[in-house]
Structure formats: structure tokens, C-alpha cells
């Protein structure tokens, strides 16, 4: 396979590429699990389809840096050879063990959301550019430190300001326990914004702790600077109206939530590459797969997962 600024229009290639490696290294993993061993034998898979991925998205940045191509033309490649890569490594690891239910949709989310993330590692606007998250510790030692300063400051006596200290004591005790990560999956800025983005492939019906995460993470970025951060919850399958925890998360005030079609419209008004019109494009998962992968999933049930 040669590494040049068309292989972006040669998924069949790609595709050969990627099973006849896959072919090779099967018969390494076989010769060190046994048939029983499957759970084992498709981990090895796995990780043996992800190396020769990053391998080949390696050799390609390169390329793309040697030969200065533009970020419209290196982030379509980047796509496709993720695309082709998570074909392969869906039929090999179904041959080992076949899926069900939670393990695949599991998959789909690690297949779509580093999709979404490529747009912004590789942004066509240029614009765009990651930031660094802040850390809960020091949010909470800046807010510390201004309502001490402001009790402080207060016409009250030193009892009095030692109770109230007291108390807002016992509030950051009820949270930090456990710290609060507020890292997301994506943190970009753009004009001025900073923008706080969580990638769903679905949100399910047992989502509670997930959705407290959110609120609170989101409440603190509210807390740090309101009219700088800008939360978005973007999600792949198209909106629920009888998900009690997406409807939460909507009316909350604190995330903006696309769902489907919006959610890549997001995408594209961000990062100035069109995902949407790339998807539908090549993205043909049900003529991607072989024949046994997609009676199985069909057989299944879980065709659904791949209607992106």
C-alpha cells in the first residue's frame, strides 16, 4: 500500500491491507491461546489491528508533514484508514467471539467518538485549538480563596466569620472526596469560546451516574466563567423523547444538547470539516463487512448500532 495524498479514495485497497494483516497475525495469536482462550484471543486481536492502525496513521502524518498537505486533505485519509481499521477489527474479533449486546455497542462508541475527535485533532479551520483543561484543584482553591476574602470582608464579628467559614468548609467536604474530573473528550477554543464537549454514541436508560458527572462538571465550568465556557453534549443516535436522563440534561441549562444529524452539524460549524457529508459518503458498514459479520449482527439485532 503506498502512502500518498490519494489513498483517501482507495478504501478498497485500504481494506485488503488491513485483512491480510489481520490474516498474519491471527496465526500468532492462534499459536499462542487456545480455542478456549477466546476472551484472550480477541483482546490480542484487538490490540494487534490498533497497533497496525497507529502504525499506518503514523506514516501518513508523516507524509502529510514531509509534503505540507493541507488539513482538508490529510483529516479525510486519517477517516478512512480509522474506518477501514475498525472493519477489519469487528469481523475479526466477531469470528473469535461473537458479539452481544453490550459489548457491541461498547464498540460502536469507541469507533465513532475518536471519528468526531480527528476533526478537531486535524481541524479545517484553522482557528480551532485545543486548550488544557483546568484542574478541580485549583477551581476550587481560586473559589475558596474569594468567599474567604468576601466573608472577610464582611461587617460581622470574628465568631460569626469563623461559623460561615465553617459551614462553606462542610460544603467542599461533600464533594471533595472524590475530586471532579472536568475533563471531557474534546476541549477546543474558537473565537473567543471555550468549548466543553462530551461525545455520546447513545444515552441509555441506566445513564444516573453519568448524568450526575455531567451536571456537576458542566455546574463547575459555569461557576468558573459563564460567559467563556460553552458545555455541548453531542450524540450520535437521534434524540429520545423518553429518555428521562437526556430530557434532564437538556432542560438543565448547562449543556447544550445535539442529537443525530445536529450533532454533526455541531462538528462541522467547529471544526470546519463537514463529518456528516464524509459519513454518508463512506461509511457503508452492512457492504464494509464481510458476509458472516452482518448475518450475525442482523441475527442479532445490533444493525441499529451502525446506522450512523
Given at each position: 500500500?503506498i502512502?500518498?495524498?490519494?489513498?483517501?479514495?482507495?478504501?478498497?485497497?485500504?481494506?485488503a491491507?488491513?485483512?491480510?494483516?489481520?490474516?498474519e497475525?491471527?496465526?500468532?495469536i492462534d499459536?499462542?491461546?487456545?480455542?478456549?482462550?477466546?476472551k484472550?484471543?480477541?483482546?490480542a486481536?484487538?490490540?494487534?489491528?490498533?497497533?497496525?492502525?497507529d502504525?499506518?496513521?503514523a506514516?501518513i502524518?508523516?507524509?502529510?508533514?514531509?509534503?505540507s498537505w493541507?488539513?482538508?486533505?490529510?483529516?479525510?485519509?486519517?477517516?478512512?484508514v480509522?474506518?477501514?481499521?475498525?472493519?477489519?477489527?469487528?469481523e475479526?474479533?466477531?469470528?473469535?467471539?461473537?458479539?452481544?449486546?453490550?459489548?457491541?455497542?461498547?464498540?460502536?462508541?469507541e469507533?465513532?467518538e475518536?471519528?468526531?475527535?480527528?476533526?478537531f485533532?486535524?481541524?479545517?479551520?484553522?482557528?480551532?485549538?485545543?486548550?488544557?483543561?483546568?484542574?478541580f484543584?485549583?477551581?476550587?482553591?481560586?473559589?475558596?480563596?474569594?468567599?474567604?476574602?468576601?466573608?472577610?470582608?464582611?461587617?460581622?464579628?470574628?465568631?460569626?466569620?469563623?461559623?460561615l467559614?465553617?459551614?462553606?468548609?462542610?460544603?467542599?467536604?461533600?464533594?471533595?472526596p472524590?475530586?471532579?474530573?472536568?475533563?471531557?473528550?474534546?476541549?477546543?477554543?474558537?473565537?473567543?469560546t471555550?468549548?466543553?464537549?462530551?461525545?455520546k454514541?447513545?444515552?441509555g436508560?441506566?445513564?444516573?451516574?453519568n448524568?450526575?458527572?455531567?451536571?456537576?462538571?458542566?455546574?463547575?465550568?459555569?461557576?468558573?466563567?459563564?460567559?467563556?465556557?460553552?458545555?455541548?453534549?453531542?450524540?450520535?443516535?437521534?434524540?429520545?423523547?423518553?429518555?428521562?436522563?437526556?430530557?434532564?440534561?437538556?432542560?438543565?441549562?448547562?449543556?447544550?444538547?445535539s442529537c443525530?444529524?445536529?450533532a454533526?452539524?455541531?462538528?462541522?460549524?467547529?471544526?470546519?470539516?463537514?463529518l456528516?457529508?464524509?459519513v454518508?459518503?463512506?461509511?457503508?458498514?452492512?457492504?464494509?463487512?464481510?458476509?458472516a459479520?452482518?448475518?450475525?449482527?442482523?441475527?442479532?439485532?445490533l444493525?441499529?448500532?451502525?446506522?450512523?
Amino acid at each position: 500500500m503506498i502512502i500518498d495524498n490519494q489513498i483517501g479514495s482507495k478504501k478498497a485497497e485500504i481494506l485488503a491491507y488491513f485483512r491480510s494483516r489481520a490474516a498474519e497475525r491471527v496465526v500468532d495469536i492462534d499459536a499462542t491461546f487456545g480455542a478456549a482462550q477466546s476472551k484472550k484471543r480477541a483482546s490480542a486481536f484487538n490490540r494487534a489491528i490498533a497497533e497496525e492502525r497507529d502504525r499506518i496513521l503514523a506514516l501518513i502524518l508523516q507524509a502529510a508533514l514531509r509534503e505540507s498537505w493541507s488539513n482538508s486533505t490529510t483529516l479525510p485519509i486519517i477517516l478512512l484508514v480509522q474506518y477501514c481499521s475498525s472493519v477489519v477489527m469487528i469481523e475479526g474479533r466477531n469470528a473469535i467471539r461473537p458479539y452481544e449486546y453490550m459489548d457491541f455497542s461498547r464498540r460502536v462508541g469507541e469507533i465513532w467518538e475518536p471519528l468526531c475527535k480527528k476533526c478537531f485533532d486535524l481541524p479545517v479551520n484553522s482557528n480551532v485549538t485545543y486548550y488544557v483543561p483546568p484542574l478541580f484543584d485549583n477551581v476550587k482553591r481560586r473559589l475558596t480563596e474569594e468567599v474567604e476574602n468576601f466573608i472577610q470582608g464582611l461587617n460581622l464579628s470574628d465568631v460569626e466569620k469563623e461559623s460561615l467559614l465553617r459551614y462553606y468548609s462542610q460544603v467542599w467536604q461533600l464533594v471533595s472526596p472524590g475530586e471532579v474530573n472536568l475533563a471531557t473528550d474534546i476541549h477546543v477554543v474558537a473565537a473567543d469560546t471555550r468549548y466543553v464537549i462530551e461525545l455520546k454514541t447513545g444515552f441509555g436508560s441506566n445513564e444516573k451516574g453519568n448524568l450526575n458527572r455531567l451536571l456537576l462538571v458542566a455546574s463547575v465550568y459555569r461557576t468558573i466563567e459563564p460567559e467563556n465556557y460553552d458545555c455541548l453534549l453531542l450524540v450520535r443516535s437521534t434524540e429520545d423523547s423518553n429518555n428521562s436522563y437526556l430530557k434532564t440534561l437538556k432542560n438543565s441549562g448547562l449543556w447544550r444538547v445535539s442529537c443525530g444529524t445536529e450533532a454533526y452539524e455541531q462538528i462541522g460549524l467547529l471544526s470546519g470539516f463537514n463529518l456528516r457529508a464524509w459519513v454518508e459518503a463512506n461509511v457503508e458498514w452492512t457492504e464494509d463487512l464481510n458476509d458472516a459479520t452482518v448475518r450475525h449482527l442482523r441475527d442479532e439485532s445490533l444493525l441499529t448500532y451502525l446506522d450512523w
